[in-house]
């Protein structure tokens, strides 16, 4: 018989029926108050992550569900970014959100309910369906504009995408699992080496493999070439959901790849993978992430565009840590995943709250921001110079620990080229800082802020400054969560 | 032998008709060809001595999700002329070129994977009840309860939202009134 | 393995069974119109034989010789093969239908049953779901309103009883644990073991979506005349008509061979031969077919919709789970 040990799933337990609390809340309730639903919700993210402190570590349903070091790290920075994305979404939903308030926040806590599933999957089915549970609510929530064009095309066109790349992921795992008779992914390490050892030349079958689901993972995490759908989604979509499409589900992305590559595909793969291990295909993506995102970014007006191509470009980052493939590679990317929820929920949140009050996205319209509204424009400064990996804030530290584990590993030529293209990238964030400070005044407008969107802002702040200063306890964290892979 | 027949028989069907399915331009004929190809993978299946796989597959599959499409397909009467003028010539050699790409890589997998010696040593393997309600039913909800479950959670959530997206708004109701 | 007396023995099954389902929807038709005709103080067909008994054969002669009419505005291809493919599911589906006991003739055990798969009932719901393509198609390869009304309205009847339909035997097959037609058969030989009586509410359910999926009054919106004309085959006549009508009777006579297998016994019963006490079944059931035509007014499309989803639906997912609770905890 199979191990049920329930009292490991029970932080996403109760996060999902928190999530259908919420909408029967907001059903069952006359007066609508969008306040309190909104409160309810990041109360109900926080009584998780007290959850997932008391009930973690260890495994259920034979190895389908890990709650290891990794999955708590991730569950984390889902957590944060959902609880970020619900605060800064307050005046959204009071302004333009009319109907289906709850079903919004619902369905927010449903992805990361996806999200946290995904972290934990120690097996490809679950991992897929979790990937789809994550995805699934995005595509609804980037389309919750329903009388505006944009956003409903940026739901379609997500849903398309993501169809599609779902398509190609599935054929790539039917592929390991036909080559490797389980659905397990430590198992499947064993088979398939087993397998290379008994039958001559695996080698093609597994490239493809690996090149399709590289494919279909490369989509959720909009890895260059499969990023062409980010832009219009990002700025289509509502901007808090923009912000979790950016942290939350490329997080979870991060970790399938890890799960997937890292855990299932690695080891024998340098043996096998004549004459191409997963590591070259990966630094060459990521290099073209680096590469496009940063240039593409340039020429951006609009600030919701702008940080669709930067985050192209920051995944490219991330990746540069994980074809390091060692302790410091995979926890110089969980903390850079973690530093990355600060800063860009926090830019983003501005973003939200600039938009809420002017109605306008252009990077334009801040001019002058500085000095009406001095403490906002001095918050997105951090958070932009923290994205660009300026010192002392935590984004440095973040590249840093990414660059050192690239050299570690030998792939020095493309830390070379990642520490060019932060230079590039330093211009368009700075463009930004230069219009809220320098540019000459536009009448512009006080921004009014509710307590909520104040509440991620000081978060996002205090985050940045506190682990730039002091990172030692997210690395060791973050450093900790490689055991899970042995090294 | 008459295995090995009605193997290829369906298998060409199959294939076939897969392909004829997105030669189409006319939406109706498209689901048409899916339903054939539907049922001649079902016969596959069948063959393998799953057949209550290959039974659910003619159930679900062309039994309600196709005559959903074809629902819709009818209700909006779509017609091969809603689908845009001619692609460019670009577009059409890359699609071939990709396919012909694909096509290419998988007959270099099969030819490189000793398939008739797997597939000797797989079928040696198979159990007595292989295939069998039963058989699926133990695995669905034993070894694989935690995914099933993952799944109900996954229908109610594409729920959820396929209310919120379809429903009509309440202020656009009141005006349409 | 395979010999040749099993290949005999399953052809004449075969050819029996087919010429006797033919026959059958041909005096179905008889039997409905006597019916009608007297719950409706008619006399019904008189003329043609005693008792109108040659009226079927008239019916089939006329048929046979009207002209063949395609509108110009049909898609040909597909307005030929629909009524094919509406024709041939209510055949197939008699394949797996135990008519009677294992006889022994010459030595050779032969079951009463074309072939018994070990998932028969599944077999029967993969088939009759295969039906309604055929008119579906026709309705949209007429190029005609009506037809194309009816053969929307068919898919949306079809997908909202389809689940109930499935739901309401689930109970069925939680008490009998198979999935076999002879399996279920050999379970129901005491009268009081007939799973009418231990699923009477899947019962109920089982034959009102058995008439919504077979089109039958008082669900027969496909067709409804009064606003439809003939809806999806309005534009058929001759013999490719004649294959719809066979069709929809011979899906008629699935339906009551089926629920006479389920729950009725199925061939069991006291003294006279299995066979006929099968034939004895399927004919009341038609019969009851007939009477509820008789007397109940067609629905109208939204509360066709609202009983499918709203209480059909509720009630077998209700009835499956109070069966999972009485028998399986």
Redesign the interface.
Known sequence: ??D?NLRLIIPEIFL?LWALFI?AFDLGTKRKNPKLIGYLTMGGIAATAVLLYLYHGGI???N??KSDPLALFFKVIFLGSAFMAVGSSFDIIAQKI???RG?FF??VL?ST??MM?LASAG?L??LY??L??TT??L??LA??Y?DDRISVEA?LKYLVIGAFSSAILLYGLSLLYG?SGTTDIVMMKINLALLYLN???????LL?AIVMVLAGIGFKLALVPFHMWAPDVYQGAPTPITALLSVGSKAAGVVAFMRIFIDGLYGFADAVMFPLDWGNIVAVLAAAAMILGNISALRQKNIKRMLAYSSIAQIGYVMVGMVAVSELGVGSVGYYMFIYLFANMGAFAVATIFNDNTGSDSIASYAGLSKSSPMISAFMAIFLLSLAGIPPLAGFAAKFFVFAAGIQAGYTWLVILALLTAVVSLYYYANVIKMMYFAPDNPTIKLNTPLSANIVLIIGVAGLIIFGVYPEPILNFALDTARVFGF | MLDLIIFYFAAVIAVGAAVMMIMQRNPVASVLYLVVSLVAQAILYVQLNALFVGALLIIIYTGAILVLFLFVIMLLNLRGEHFGGKQSRMGRASKIAITVILFAEMVAIFKQVAIPERIGTQAAAVAEDFGSVEMVASHLFKEYLYPFELTSILLLVAIVGAVVLAKRDKTEKMEDA | MITTGFIIASAIKVIVVVVAVLTGCAYATWLERKLVGHIQHRIGPNLAGPFGLLQPIADAIKLAFKEDIVPERAERVTYALAPIVAFIPAMLSFAVIPFGDTITIMGQQIDMVISDLNIGILYIFAITSLGVYGIVLAGWSSGSKYSLLGGIRSSAQMISYEIAYGLSIIGVLIIAQTLSMKELVAQQANFFDWFIFRQPLGFVLFVICAIAETNRSPFDMPEAESELVGGYHTEYSSLRFAMFFIGEYANMITVAAVVTTIFLGGWQGPLLPPVVWFCIKVFLFMAFYVWIRGTLPRVRYDQLMNLGWKVLFPLALLNVVVTALIYRL
């Not at chain 1, 039958?199 to 079958?205: E, L, S």
Request: hydrophobic content about 50%.
């Open positions: 018989m199979p049920y999902f909408i259920s349903f034979n389908m569900f009319k109907n289906h079903e619902g369905l449903f309910v996806g599933f097996e089915i679950s369906i979790g789809e549970l699934i609510p595509f609804i389309a919750y329903k739901g080559l039958t001559n030349g695996i080698g093609w079958a493809m």
